[in-house]
């Protein structure tokens, strides 16, 4: 097993502008076909977004944010990203998007190309999927919550996918193992900074800690896990291929007789 350097794998930090980029289609992981930026905003301050070619999706992480679009206005407020539900806007191209902060924020942005027009959605905790899974298997070590704001299932005219997991201390996800063709980026948080945990993909092993993040290359298995003392959440976000969506999981063959148990 061959353990990555710090180098090799995603740990990004902010700029002075409070600009984390993540992935882009150009030259920071491309194979990934998403742009993916995490931005922190200071009170008052103003983000604004307009593609004629990308739909995005915003998603507050921490804070209160004021949200404007196609003449809807919202307030939005997460004091902590562990114990507090997401809220999340998908838009589709040409649509102008104003954030102004009204305290200390932090916000994920995930955009792809797509020409496809359609109304956009707001997602809050009374619209968003969430779901329990793992209970009662493996003594709960692989409970996890999940927040589906959209997939294929419910929203066919996106390229992305775009959720959350949250997983109790000392506990797995993405288990048993799986893999798609599609591309995935996980984006970590833990509610302590010292908070970390270990992402698999394939044979290589690498470590998780706060805001940092796993580019997955289609074809890779790819179960997380964090240490005990530590909940962790973290962004997934999907890729689809053009004609071919992603909508299941591939489950590595060594493992799929847990799921018989």
Known sequence: MRYISNEEFGYPSFDANG???????????PNMLQNITVYTL??????LWQSSDEECAVLLLEGAIELDWNGRNTFAERPNVIEDPAYCLHVCKNTAVRITARAQSEILVQSTQNDTLFDAVFYT????????????QFAGK????V??????????YSNMVCGEILIPQGG????????????EVYYYRFGHPNGFGACFLGDDVYKIRDR????????KYHPQVNAPGYPMLYVWMIRHFDGYPW???????????????
């Open 172 to 183: 797995w996800s993405s288990y048993p193992p799986h893999q798609h063709p599609q591309p």
């Open 125 to 136: 905790p009374e619209n968003t999927r969430t779901e329990t899974f793992g209970q009662g």
């Open 247 to 261: 909508t299941e999981r591939n489950y590595d063959p060594k493992h799929v007789w847990l799921l018989e148990k």
């Open 147 to 156: 927040r589906t704001f959209f997939d294929y299932a419910s929203a066919p």
């Open 42 to 47: 200071r009170p008052a301050q103003t983000w």
């Open 212 to 219: 940092s993040f796993a580019a997955v290359p289609g074809g």
């Open 142 to 145: 692989a409970q996890r919550t």
């Open 19 to 29: 600009v984390m980029p993540l992935t882009n289609t150009t030259d920071l992981y």
